[in-house]
């Protein structure tokens, strides 16, 4: 009797549904008025790290008071960062020519503890305007931004959205792979493009757009080029770039680009941070 009792608790244990999981939310845990945070955001342990075309200040992540700044020349040669990750020490901004024409496109590298520019790495015309960065086991992983804008002076889409692509390369920037995004994507993005991405602490790759208040969770396809949307979650942001926080996992940074009626009203650019967190 005892062994017929376990058989039939086993055979409904199996044919159970599965245990329905909540899913992730993110709370906004805190904000700072930031007045460079007009491209993106990076983050390491003690620091954030708010980018504009051509600056990048570093600010302490618990009082928000700016400790140190690099700012380019107005004539160049960097002249359009867009977003920040931090890797041993080091600042890795993706920067592009936006919106001049052709598109080129280079990594460029500052000494966190100095924010001094220290390196960078050219891709010239290849694959867009790049608009974001990440590492993850041992390999690089790029945003290559193209757009339906109209620009130049024929006013022809700068690029076409539907070839932007996620680049991953290896450790010295060979192509490995690489995937297109998904339409419903595309169509979120309006004329514009791919403005952030950064890797999770569930593994999975996040993406944001350029205007949009929320992100995408993706993952490379089993099969095919298209990247797999998962999950859009909403995120009180205005698109831009994005950065997971490694010294807090389940915690993201992100910004809010303000509007020209917002700075008319004396407002400002914002850095907002957010926790993941499991809701029914």
Known sequence: MRKLLLLLFTLAAATAPPIAFAHPTLEQAGEFTIPEANQG???????????????????????GKLVKRWEGPKAGPILHLDSAMLKDGRIYAAHSNYPDWPMTSSLEVFDAATMEHVGSHSFGVQWGSLTWVDFKEDHWWMGFANYDRLLGPNKTPYGHKANTLVVKLSRDFRLVESWTLPKVLLDKFEDMSNSGGSFGPDGFLYLSGHDPAEIYKVRPPKAGSVLELVETIPMNIRGQGIAWDRSQPGTIYGIVRATQKEKSAGGDHKVTVFRLVDKP
């Open 41 to 63: 955001v990076g983050v390491d342990q003690h620091f954030f790290y708010a980018v504009d075309n051509q600056v990048v200040a570093k600010y302490d992540k618990k009082t």
